[in-house]
């Protein structure tokens, strides 16, 4: 089993920037982030493997940047020029083998919230 401990949320303006830290129990090869917002499907934002391989969506290209310290098993998402859109509950996520789109990882952390206001 791993635990996943997410810490960083908040509410912050348009425009404004947030890091999101997640520190896992221990080590495991891949680690990412989703959201979520309301009436809407969890979606992939980033993605990590031990290596450094990163992934991300769409969305959040050249205003996110995923990272981890492999020595701490922790992941990282710093978050950029935020946008109201952006605001979801945000979910660290980690998988033996893939942090993908399906969402289908084996192990959650418990959410953070992300509130961007106009």
């Known amino acids: 089993q791993v635990q996943l401990v997410e810490s960083g949320g908040g509410l912050v303006q348009a425009g404004g920037s947030l890091r999101l830290s997640c520190v896992a129990s221990?080590?495991?090869?891949?680690m990412g982030w989703y959201r979520q917002a309301p009436g809407k499907r969890r979606e992939l934002v980033a993605a990590i493997t031990r290596g450094g391989s990163t992934n991300y969506a769409d969305s959040v290209k050249g205003r996110f940047t995923i990272s981890r310290d492999n020595a701490k098993n922790t992941v990282y998402l710093q978050m950029n020029s935020l946008k109201p859109e952006d605001t979801a509950v945000y979910y660290c996520?980690?998988?033996?083998?893939?942090?993908?789109?399906?969402?289908?990882?084996?192990?959650w952390g418990q959410g953070t919230q992300v509130t961007v206001s106009s």
């Open positions: 221990r080590s495991i090869y891949a």
């Open positions: 996520a980690a998988d033996r083998q893939l942090v993908g789109v399906r969402a289908n990882c084996d192990y």
